[in-house]
Structures are given as C-alpha cells and as structure tokens.
C-alpha cells in the first residue's frame, strides 16, 4: 500500500493541483500570522490602558496570569468551579430534558399552539427577571436558581429540536417506508443521526446561556460559586480576581468545546467531514 | 412470476377548488420478465403511480395487487435523487433495507456492488461519491433485496448524459441476469425505447393515453437506425395524441 | 385499499372543534400558567409569595401612578425608569451599530482581518454580563455611561457576526453578471449589493437591540440608580415578590411589544420581495451566539408558507 502511495504521490499532481495546493498553505499560515498578530494587538492594548489607567481599576494580562494560579493555590478555584458547574448541570440538565419533551410536543399543532407564547417569552426575555422572581420567592433554596435556570434555557433547547424535527428528510423516510425498514430502524438510522447536530446546537447555546445565568443567580444567593466569587471581588474591589474568574471559565468552557464536544462531534458527524473533502 | 394489477385506480389531491387530479381511472396488468416504461409530460401522474404502487401513497380509489406466483410480492425501488443515508457507509445503506444482516445478506449485498462496480468502495461515505456511484448504490440497493418487481423513477435524469448512458448499460445487463420485471418511469422518450419491451404513454391529468409495444433486439443502440426509428414513432405518437402542445 | 390519513398526534380525539384548535390552546396557556399560580399561591407556605391579583393591584397602581411609591428624586416612577433605559439603549444600540458594521465589513471582506479580530470578538460575546456590569459600576460609578457601554459591549460582537455573514453571502454570480453587462460599479451597489446585505443588516438591528437589552438591564443593578434593571432590583432588595413579579411582567410586555410592534412589521417591509427568509442563516457556527430561529414564533398558516422569523437564540446574558 505504501509503495502505491508513494508512487502516485508526485506521479499525477498537475502543475495546477501544485498551485491550489500551494495557494491553501498560504492561507492556512497567513491566518495564523494574522490571528497570532491580533492576540499581540489586543494584549499590548489592553496592557497599555492599563497602565494608563492604573492596574488596580483595569488589572494587565500580566496581572491576571499571575492571579489565576493564586486563586488555584488558595483552595477557593475547584471548590467554586464545582459548586457552579453543579448548579448548571442541575438546572440546564432539567432544562435539556424539558426543552426536549416540549420540542417534540410541539410537532403537533395544539401543542404548538399552547407553548409557543412560553417559549417567545422565554427567549426575549432577559435572564435577570428570571433570576430575581425565583429567588424572591424561593430564597436559597434550590427551586430559586433551578427555575431561573430552566426558564431562560429551556426555549434554546426547544427550538432547535423543533427545528431538527421539522426538518427531518422526508424522502429518506419515505424510501426507508418503499422499502418495508422497522419502525425501530428507521429511528435509529435516520431520525437520531439527523436529529444529532441540532442537539450538539442546543447543548452548545444552552450551556452558554446556562452559565450566564448561573453565575447571576449566585450573585445574588449563594455563598458558593464562581458569581459569589466575582461579587465578593468587586466588593473587595479586586478587579483581577473579577477578570480571572471570568477568564477561567472562558478557558475551560473552551477545553470543553475542543476536548470534549468537538471529539463526540467528529466521531459522529465523521461522514460530515468526509462529504466536505 | 410476479404481476402487477391495477384497477380503477384514481388519486386526487386537495379538496375543492384546489382538487387536483393525479391519476384517473388507470387500468394496467404488467408481468413477467418485462421492463415497462411510462412516459409522459410532467405533471401526468407518473411519479405518483410508482408511489401508490410502492405504498409511499395511498390511492383515492381503485385498487392494487402485486403478486409473486398468488402470494404478496416485494417490491425494490430507485428514486430519482439516490436518497442514501449520508451518515452510513456505502454497505451500511444496503444492509438499511435487508431482513437480516447475515454473512449471507452482506455477501449479497457485495454482490451487487459489484455488478454496479463499486466492489472496492463499500466502507466510503455517500458524500465521497460522484452523483453517478450514489445513484449506482441506489441501483444496488434496489437489487440487494432481491425485488420481484422494481419500481423506477426517473434514476438517470439527474445525471450527465454520459455517466447516464453507461449506468443505462449496465441497468439493461442486470435486468436481463436477473429476470425481474421492471417498471421505470422516464420523461426521456430515447431512454425508454434503448430499454423498453412496452411503453405506457400518459397525458395530462393522469390518463393512460397508449400502450407500446417496442419489439427490437436487445441491446439496443441509440445510433442504430431501427432504434433511431422506433423513437421518431413514439414521438409522432406524443403528437397525434396532442401530448406536446399541451 | 382503504385510504387511511395520518395526522400528526392531537389530544382529545372525541372532543369538540375548537377545543382542538391551535387557537384555543394559545389562549389557554396563560389560564394554566394562572392555575399553576393560585396552586403555589395555596400550598407554598410563604409570607412573600403573591396572589395573582396582588400582583394585578400592583401594576395597575404603577401604571396609574396611585401607589404612592416615589423611587428616587431623579426618577420616581415607571415611565420615567422605563424612558431612562430607553434612551441608554438607543445611544448604545447606534454606537455598537456604527461600530459592528465597520468591522463587520471588515471581517466579511478580508479572511485576514478576520483572523485578527475573531478569538477576540468571540471572548467579548462568551463574557457574561455579570462581568462587565460590575467593572463598570467600580471604574465609571453610577452614571449613564456605565450602562450605555454595556449595550456597546453586548450589541457589537453580534452586528459583526451578521454583517460579517451578509458580506460572506454577497450573490457573487449576480455580480458577476452584471459586471459582464458593463454596468456601472455604483448600480452593483445599489441593486445587487445593498439589497442582498438588507436582509443581514436587519438581523443585525434586531440581535443587537434583544441582546443590548438583557446586557443593560443586568448592568442596571449593579452600575446604576435608575433604570428598568435598578427598579425591579429597588423590589427585590425590599423583599417584595409582587414587585418583583409586577415588574417581570413589565419586562416581559415591553420585549414582546418590540418584537411584535416594532421589529415584526420592519421584517415584513423590508423583505417584501422575498418569499422565505432561508436565506438569512445566522452564524451558528464558531461563534454560536445566533441561529435562525424555527416555527414557534409565526402564525400558523405562514407555517405553511415557510416564512420565519429571526430571533436571538443564544443571547449575551
């Protein structure tokens, strides 16, 4: 196998295959040099304000990467992550589910009828109102920020699955119904994979949203969690503890996305990539 | 020997004034090895009588019967875009549609990728092919379930007339290995008569205006001057009918 | 053969017409929303938790002004707070709109400008607005500019990414066309180009004002004495649950009155020539904060038509 590789490698390229080829590199590595001269742009900026403006009101980079492994060694880091992340995987688990049944529910037109108002409401409503009524009423108690949670993402979730099941390629069902497939296999090897990526979606935009309103209800009652941290740090006025929760989280929802979703994502999305070479 | 009956058979769309006819009263009896080709201008019901008889549709009224020597027959179908899963694998899109996935199913399955030639691409992905290898799957599939009767909808019309023309070829082989009866549905006149025993011509509104019979040697080649012939008739036929100024 | 119709499942087979209609079920939603109300109201043993009517009372008497309640010498009642975010807003909204279109266009036309600013731009819009509502209450106190800086920040990264797409999705054989008919280069921009960036223009407006909104009223709490977000906040921090509800019902009202009122009909104007709204597919990809927004929002017989709306899914909250 080698060997035929090996042969066909410099055997058949054109000159203009060498071309496009050549012209692709360029792009790829232009790209690079022009994100890596962003981050230099951006960073000197930010450095720059600083020091103009005072590092105790707009903290450097510099400062910020010395605090984040500061805020590590004091204990408060993991401890805060996990009570956060528990929040939203209780409440945007819940919300998952919800969005789900209800995205499903509405494939009929009385029960689109019946939820489409909850879910206009929910997506243009702010996450603070949400916040605040669960909170007012149910204190510290769990039911608080699991309602404020659930309220604001479960319309994310809704809609992407409605739009997924809307969409569902009638003409590869219809052949699978030509050709006499089970009810079970038509499920498993057209609606799941199809409906797939509209899931990935909706965990994405949910996730993104969820925490946003996590870290809200935190602020305002909790006495754990990345929120109360940041509350906590703009009442001690340390802004580069503030920026450096932030920008933690940022960093491990990104090793998330890249570690963790892209890796299902390509496993099942692998006839994706191979359509688009 | 399998034959395909159908009586009195309507299909109509919507209701009132919207009311659409697809078909009318459409009587047919086709069996044995032979390849009908229905033909006609759009709009004439054709597509829709492949899914009635495929029970992709229902009818309005009238009824069908396939049978296999007295009992139900199974049915294969080629659409006219491949329709294959794009998220499995060259087999795993014939394997789909089989009763089991025994050695003796997946080896059947091979079998006909390889009268479609396709032999070494069954662990690609649909993407990875030319339009032309996704519509030969979907030619293999069809096969694959070893169909007493095959339902066609326009498979070549998608594609260039070149890759069509050879696809046609080996179509032509595989219906004379295989001893199906074949129903294929095409706008393309020259294409029914290079592949046809009998052509049902329709008109608008779903009437089956005239029945066919092409009985020239097989293979036939669209340059010979007998087939060149045979169309030049259809196609005076299409005009005493009126089918092409309507 | 018997013809046998299969709908899609409805509850209540043996029940009346109109039961079944959607209509009756979109009215009916808020009477069990009020039926899950009253049923907390009598089994939640809580001194704070409303009545639904209470809550009536409540909204009634501020929008009538006969509350008595005066929130601060600036600004005393909920005109007057609702105005204030009004404004704060809008100056935000034009500045991230100028902002985001000129680097939007920026971005859409060269892949190198792009790579410069993405990660960047993708940081600002993953930032909760937790984060720069109390950096801005620390560094610029409790004035207007804090909160006009939040619209700023929560708008501008979603004018880019649309106007971004909308230069990316310029009908490139159209101008290629009209190129090849000679026609002048200010035509293209007049007939082929503007028209196609509308679509993407319009979305932009739309993200930018919803998610300007949710960032401000947020920034309102903790860096301002006015405001929407300070008021309902003013309720909060006096352990009042009907003011609180009162008020998110405000919230909720003045969101859908824009969508309805103002954004719905702007849609319909401004795309009259087209029969879908496919077209105007949002960034879902990498930076993930908008996509096209499904079926629930229309009426139901433009389901039919396939026309849809474009709305916030991801949001800057």
């Given at each position: 196998?080698a060997?035929?590789?090996e042969?066909?490698?410099?055997g058949?390229?054109?000159?203009?295959?060498?071309?496009?080829?050549?012209?692709?590199?360029k792009?790829?590595?232009?790209?690079?040099?022009?994100r890596?001269?962003?981050?230099?742009?951006f960073?000197?900026?930010?450095?720059?304000v600083?020091?103009?403006?005072?590092?105790?009101?707009?903290?450097?980079?510099?400062?910020i990467?010395?605090?984040i492994?500061?805020?590590?060694?004091?204990?408060?880091?993991?401890?805060?992550?996990?009570?956060?992340?528990?929040?939203?995987?209780?409440?945007?688990?819940?919300?998952f589910l919800?969005?789900?049944v209800?995205?499903?529910?509405?494939?009929?037109?009385?029960?689109n009828?019946?939820?489409?108002?909850?879910?206009?409401?929910?997506?243009?409503?702010?996450?603070?109102?949400?916040?605040l009524?669960?909170?007012?009423?149910?204190?510290?108690?769990?039911q608080?920020?699991?309602?404020?949670?659930?309220?604001?993402t479960?319309?994310v979730v809704?809609v992407?699955?409605?739009?997924?099941?809307?969409?569902?390629?009638?003409?590869?069902?219809d052949?699978?119904?030509?050709?006499?497939?089970?009810?079970?296999?038509?499920?498993?090897d057209?609606?799941?994979?199809?409906?797939?990526?509209?899931?990935?979606?909706?965990?994405?935009?949910?996730?993104?949203?969820?925490?946003?309103?996590t870290?809200?209800?935190?602020?305002?009652?909790?006495?754990?969690?990345?929120?109360?941290?940041?509350?906590?740090?703009?009442?001690?006025?340390?802004m580069?503890?503030?920026?450096?929760?932030?920008?933690?989280?940022?960093?491990?929802a990104?090793?998330?996305?890249?570690?963790?979703?892209?890796?299902?994502?390509?496993?099942?999305?692998?006839?994706?990539?191979?359509?688009?070479? | 020997?399998a034959?395909?009956?159908?009586?009195?058979?309507?299909?109509?769309?919507?209701?009132?004034?919207?009311?659409?006819?697809?078909?009318?009263?459409?009587?047919?009896d086709?069996?044995?090895h032979?390849?009908?080709?229905?033909?006609?201008?759009?709009?004439?019901?054709?597509?829709?009588?492949?899914?009635?008889l495929s029970g992709i549709?229902?009818?309005?009224?009238?009824?069908?019967?396939?049978?296999?020597d007295?009992?139900?027959?199974?049915?294969?179908?080629?659409?006219?875009?491949?329709?294959l899963?794009?998220?499995?694998?060259?087999?795993?899109?014939l394997?789909?549609?089989?009763?089991?996935?025994?050695?003796?199913?997946?080896?059947?399955?091979?079998?006909?990728?390889?009268?479609?030639?396709?032999?070494?691409k069954?662990?690609?992905?649909?993407?990875?092919?030319?339009?032309?290898m996704?519509?030969?799957?979907?030619?293999?599939r069809?096969?694959?379930?070893?169909?007493?009767?095959l339902?066609?909808?326009?498979?070549?019309?998608?594609l260039?007339?070149?890759?069509?023309r050879?696809?046609?070829?080996?179509?032509?082989?595989?219906?004379?290995?295989?001893?199906?009866?074949?129903?294929?549905?095409?706008?393309?006149?020259?294409?029914?008569?290079?592949?046809?025993?009998?052509?049902?011509?329709?008109?608008k509104?779903?009437?089956?205006?005239?029945?066919?019979?092409?009985d020239?040697?097989?293979?036939?080649?669209?340059?010979?001057?007998?087939?060149?012939?045979?169309?030049?008739?259809?196609l005076?036929?299409?005009?005493?009918?009126?089918?092409?100024?309507? | 053969?018997a013809?046998?119709?299969?709908t899609?499942?409805s509850?209540?087979?043996?029940l009346?017409g109109?039961?079944?209609?959607?209509?009756?079920?979109?009215?009916?939603?808020?009477f069990?929303?009020?039926?899950?109300?009253?049923?907390?109201?009598?089994?939640?043993?809580?001194?704070?938790?409303?009545?639904p009517?209470?809550?009536?009372?409540?909204?009634?008497?501020?929008?009538t002004?006969?509350s008595?309640?005066?929130?601060?010498?600036?600004?005393?009642?909920?005109?007057?707070?609702f105005?204030?975010?009004?404004?704060?807003?809008?100056?935000?909204?034009?500045?991230?709109?100028?902002?985001?279109?000129?680097?939007?266009l920026?971005?859409?036309?060269s892949?190198?400008v792009?790579?410069?600013?993405?990660?960047?731009?993708?940081?600002?819009?993953?930032?909760?607005?937790?984060?720069?509502a109390?950096?801005?209450?620390?560094?610029?106190?409790?004035?207007?500019?804090?909160?006009i800086?939040?619209?700023?920040i929560?708008?501008?990264?979603?004018?880019?990414?649309?106007?971004?797409?909308?230069?990316?999705?310029?009908?490139?054989?159209?101008?290629d066309?009209?190129?090849?008919?000679?026609v002048?280069?200010n035509?293209?921009t007049?007939?082929?180009?503007?028209?196609?960036?509308?679509?993407?223009?319009?979305a932009?407006?739309?993200?930018?004002?919803?998610?300007?909104?949710?960032?401000?009223?947020?920034?309102?709490?903790f860096?301002?004495?006015?405001?929407?977000?300070?008021?309902?906040?003013?309720?909060?921090?006096a352990h009042?649950?009907?003011?609180?509800?009162?008020?998110?019902i405000?919230?909720?009202?003045?969101?859908?009155?824009?969508?309805?009122?103002?954004?719905?009909?702007?849609?319909?104007?401004?795309?009259?020539?087209?029969?879908?709204?496919?077209?105007?597919?949002?960034?879902?990809?990498?930076?993930?904060?908008?996509?096209?927004e499904?079926?629930?929002?229309?009426?139901?017989q433009?389901?039919?038509?396939?026309?849809d709306?474009?709305?916030a899914?991801?949001?800057?909250?």
């Open positions: 196998m060997t035929t590789l042969q066909q490698a410099p058949p390229r054109s000159a203009e295959e060498e071309r496009l080829l050549a012209l692709r590199k792009e790829i590595r232009d790209r690079w040099i022009w890596l001269a962003g981050y230099v742009f960073l000197l900026a930010w450095a720059l600083s020091r103009i403006v005072g590092d105790n009101l707009i903290p450097g980079p510099l400062r990467a010395r605090t492994p500061e805020l590590i060694e004091s204990g408060r880091f993991f401890s805060s992550f996990g009570a956060t992340l528990t929040r939203i995987g209780i409440g945007f688990g819940l919300a919800i969005g789900i209800i995205g499903v529910l509405t494939q009929s037109r009385w029960w009828g019946f939820f489409r108002d909850a879910v206009t409401i929910s997506l243009v409503s702010p996450s603070l109102i949400w916040a009524t669960g909170l007012v009423i149910w204190g510290f108690e769990p608080g920020w699991i309602f404020a949670i659930v309220m604001t479960f319309a809704t992407n699955v409605a739009e997924g099941i809307r969409a569902l390629p009638k003409d590869l069902t052949m699978s119904r030509a050709f006499g497939v089970t009810n079970w296999r038509r499920q498993r057209i609606v799941f994979p199809f409906l797939a990526p509209f899931v990935f979606t909706a965990l994405r935009f949910g996730f993104s949203v969820g925490w946003k309103v870290v809200l209800t935190e602020v305002f009652s909790s006495n754990e969690g990345i929120g109360f941290e940041m509350r906590v740090a703009s009442q001690l006025f340390r580069d503890e503030l920026f450096a929760w932030a920008i933690s989280f940022f960093i491990f990104l090793v998330l996305e890249k570690l963790v979703l892209q890796r299902y994502e390509r496993k099942f999305f692998r006839w994706r990539a191979e359509a688009s070479t | 020997m034959e395909i009956k159908v009586e009195g058979l309507s299909k109509e769309f919507g209701v009132g004034e919207d009311r659409v006819v697809a078909l009318e009263n459409v009587n047919l086709v069996g044995g032979v390849f009908v080709s229905i033909v006609g201008p759009s709009g004439c019901g054709k597509s829709t009588l492949l899914n009635i549709e229902t009818p309005s009224s009238g009824k069908v019967t396939i049978t296999q007295n009992h139900d027959a199974e049915p294969g179908y080629v659409f006219q875009a491949a329709r899963l794009p998220w499995r694998s060259v087999m795993d899109n394997l789909f549609v089989q009763k089991d996935r025994s050695d003796e199913t997946k080896a059947r399955c091979q079998k006909y990728l390889e009268m479609v030639q396709l032999g070494d069954v662990d690609k992905y649909p993407g990875e092919l030319s339009g032309g996704q519509q030969r799957v979907g030619i293999a069809a096969f694959s379930i070893e169909p007493d009767v339902f066609m909808d326009e498979p070549f019309s998608h260039d007339a070149i890759t069509a050879s696809l046609r070829r080996e179509l032509h082989e595989m219906w004379s290995q295989t001893k199906k009866t074949v129903l294929f549905v095409t706008h393309d006149v020259g294409e029914a008569v290079e592949l046809s025993n009998r052509i049902l011509v329709f008109a509104g779903g009437k089956l205006e005239d029945d066919l019979q092409i020239l040697p097989f293979p036939r080649d669209p340059a010979e001057d007998a087939v060149a012939v045979a169309k030049a008739q259809v005076r036929k299409f005009e005493e009918l009126d089918l092409i100024a309507s | 053969m013809t046998v119709v299969t899609a499942p509850p209540g087979r043996g009346p109109w039961v079944k209609s959607p209509k009756f079920a979109r009215i009916l939603f808020p069990v929303v009020l039926g899950i109300w009253y049923f907390i109201y009598y089994t939640l043993d809580s001194r704070i938790f409303p009545a009517q209470t809550v009536a009372v409540f909204m009634w008497e501020e929008i002004l006969t008595g309640v005066r929130y601060s010498s600036a600004a005393e009642n909920i005109y007057v707070q105005g204030i975010t009004l404004m704060r807003l809008t100056i935000g909204f034009f500045i991230a709109l100028i902002l985001g279109t000129i680097i939007g920026a971005v859409g036309i892949k190198k792009d790579a410069f600013f993405h990660d960047w731009v993708m940081g600002v819009l993953a930032m909760p607005a937790l984060v720069y109390l950096f801005l209450g620390l560094a610029l106190g409790f004035g207007n500019l804090g909160p800086l939040a619209v700023v929560a708008g501008t990264p979603f004018v880019i990414i649309n106007i971004r797409e909308g230069v990316r999705n310029t009908p490139k054989e159209l101008i066309m009209a190129r090849s008919f000679e002048p280069q035509k293209i007049r007939h082929v180009l503007l028209p196609s960036l509308m679509p993407f223009f319009f932009a407006i739309r993200y930018a004002y919803a998610v300007g909104w949710k960032g401000l009223v947020i920034t309102e709490v860096a301002s004495d006015r405001g929407m977000g300070w008021t309902i906040k003013f309720w909060y921090d009042r649950a009907h003011g609180v509800i009162g008020y998110a405000f919230f909720i009202i003045f969101a859908l009155a824009l969508e309805k009122l103002v954004f719905d009909p702007l849609a319909d104007r401004a795309f009259k020539w087209r029969p879908k709204m496919d077209a105007v597919q949002m960034a879902e990809g990498d930076f993930g904060g908008v996509q096209r499904g079926f629930l929002l229309i009426e139901d433009e389901i039919e038509e396939g026309v709306t474009t709305v899914k991801g949001g800057n909250f």
